[in-house]
């Protein structure tokens, strides 16, 4: 089935590591990205690629970096500058081409301990 | 300013409607979204519209857009308990056919007997 994938669902990591969040899709959509959302509140833009080999800075980029070496692959890097980084991180693609709409994958949980 | 804003909670009763309302403030946004997301799980998009249109209906759920006023709402006729979650307003910024989206903090729907 077509779809984005998120992996791990649930993560762990202690204060000072580096984390991987994986996103892929098989949907040949062009464009990705990663939304943070923290309790009751909205979805926040952390980056966002619209081709291979690009991507730009979204809302709060700060403390984390991505790699859209491959159109199906946008993993997003947790790296311990980012002083809180406990939250619930969605990945997205949209088709593009004038094609409006961004579906979502189910998500991970990271949780700092 | 990118604000998108939401009534926070909204209770109903099985088989009322429920209308979730939404103001957002750049009037240059081409379309809107909703999008509902259920406990732990990704958003799933319910449906968009074009800034050129007033309404749009889908089988139980209608939108309707108030470009003048800037507000958009979300009405979900015949409201079952499958219905509750959290919903969420989205507005899009992009250039070239790929969009980002400014979401709201969202509207936890509550349906009960």
């Known amino acids: 089935d077509g779809g984005i994938t998120q992996s791990p669902k649930y993560l762990f990591r202690k204060e000072g590591q580096n984390v991987t969040l994986s996103c892929e899709q098989n949907?040949?959509?062009?464009?990705m990205y990663w939304y943070r959302q923290d309790p009751g509140q909205g979805l926040r833009l952390i980056y966002y690629?619209?081709?291979?080999?690009?991507?730009q800075k979204g809302d709060i980029a700060e403390g984390y970096s991505v790699s859209r070496e491959k159109k199906e692959s946008f993993p997003l890097t947790v790296t311990s500058a980012q002083k809180n980084p406990t939250a619930f991180y969605l990945c997205?693609?949209?088709?593009?081409?004038?094609?409006?709409?961004?579906?979502f994958g189910e998500g991970s949980w990271l949780t700092v301990v | 300013g990118e604000d998108v804003e939401q009534s926070l909670f909204l209770s109903v009763r099985e088989g009322d409607s429920s209308v979730i309302n939404c103001t957002y403030t750049?009037?240059?946004?081409?379309?809107l979204y909703w999008y509902k997301q259920e406990p732990g799980a990704g958003l799933q998009l319910l449906t968009y519209?074009?800034?050129?249109?007033d309404m749009k209906q889908d089988q139980r759920l209608t939108v309707l857009l108030n470009k003048k006023d800037k507000h958009l709402s979300l009405r979900i006729a015949d409201t079952q308990t499958g219905d509750s979650a959290i919903y969420f307003c989205?507005?899009?910024?992009?250039?070239?056919?790929?969009?980002?989206?400014?979401f709201g903090a969202g509207t936890r729907l509550a349906v009960h007997p």
């Open positions: 949907l040949n959509h062009d464009a």
């Open positions: 690629s619209q081709i291979v080999n690009d991507f």
């Open positions: 989205a507005e899009s910024k992009g250039s070239g056919g790929y969009n980002k989206l400014i």
């Open positions: 997205a693609s949209n088709p593009g081409q004038g094609r409006n709409t961004i579906y």
């Open positions: 750049d009037s240059s946004s081409t379309y």
């Open positions: 519209i074009f800034s050129n249109m």
